[in-house]
């Protein structure tokens, strides 16, 4: 009962359900809205048994969006293990509702969801996924850039690919509600990257791996830091006391 309480609507999803209503495909969106259901439930779930704090799960036109009040610093494998169960649930979910209902439809419902969620754009699953990889790759900082660019890069491609080929005002509406999520993400990295740079200061992380790095703004996921022959302790007290 937990969970369903911290279920809510965002203004857009109603919006949207007008249109599903007055198109008169009612009963074709409530598969929709059971399988965006059990996926968010698929990361809530998950993240509860792996004692993450949930905050909120809130249904948007694109799809649904699951957070939890987590640390910048939190484990990489954790958030994977959540990510992924996602879509796992969903498969599951399909599984059983086409056993019970044989409509041709409900499969093109959820491989649209899957496939959409899955792509690279930032806040979707495919967006968090290609960050937490590049977060073993690159910095915190790089990661976000170049999550944000292959988002811009795959959003542009998605509103040619409505406009020229698969003419859809549904999808359209989506990509372009998407790239204000994207902005929105773009706003407040300053305001993240000093959270992780703070829970780094306030908190002990055994992390294993070691790095030099030549600035404050070079740190690594998972990773503890050297700067200017001091530990990033030192470092970081020193900043912010400044």
């Not at 598969?31 to 048994?49: D, M, N, P, Q, W």
């Not at 694109?62 to 498969?91: A, C, D, H, R, W």
């Not at 070079?218 to 007290?237: A, G, M, R, V």
Request: hydrophobic residues 50%; proline residues 2%; charged residues 15%.
């Amino acid at each position: 009962m937990k969970i369903i309480s911290k279920i809510k609507l965002d203004n857009s999803f109603y919006l949207f359900l007008i249109l599903i209503i007055l198109t008169g495909m009612f009963k074709e969106f409530s598969f929709v809205i059971v399988l965006l259901i059990f996926h968010e439930l698929g990361h809530a779930i998950t993240g509860k048994l792996l004692k993450w704090n949930l905050v909120s799960i809130t249904f948007y036109p694109y799809g649904g969006v699951t957070l939890f009040e987590k640390l910048e610093n939190s484990s990489i494998k954790e958030e994977l293990i959540i990510l992924l169960m996602g879509p796992i649930i969903q498969i599951i979910t399909y599984l059983i509702l086409i056993y019970f209902f044989k409509y041709s439809y409900i499969k093109n419902y959820h491989m649209s969801i899957l496939i959409f969620n899955m792509l690279p754009i930032l806040p979707l699953d495919g967006g968090k996924l290609l960050n937490l990889i590049l977060n073993k790759k690159f910095n915190y900082l790089n990661s976000f850039y170049i999550s944000f660019i292959i988002s811009f890069i795959t959003i542009f491609l998605l509103i040619l690919f409505c406009i020229f080929y698969y003419h859809n005002l549904n999808l359209f509406l989506m990509s372009i509600f998407l790239i204000f999520k994207i902005i929105n993400s773009l706003k407040n990295i300053k305001y993240n990257y000093n959270k992780f740079l703070l829970e780094r200061y306030l908190y002990n992380f055994n992390f294993r791996k070691y790095k030099v790095s030549k600035d404050i703004y070079s740190f690594y996921k998972e990773s503890n830091h050297y700067i200017e022959f001091q530990t990033e302790k030192k470092y970081l007290k020193k900043y912010f006391q400044s």
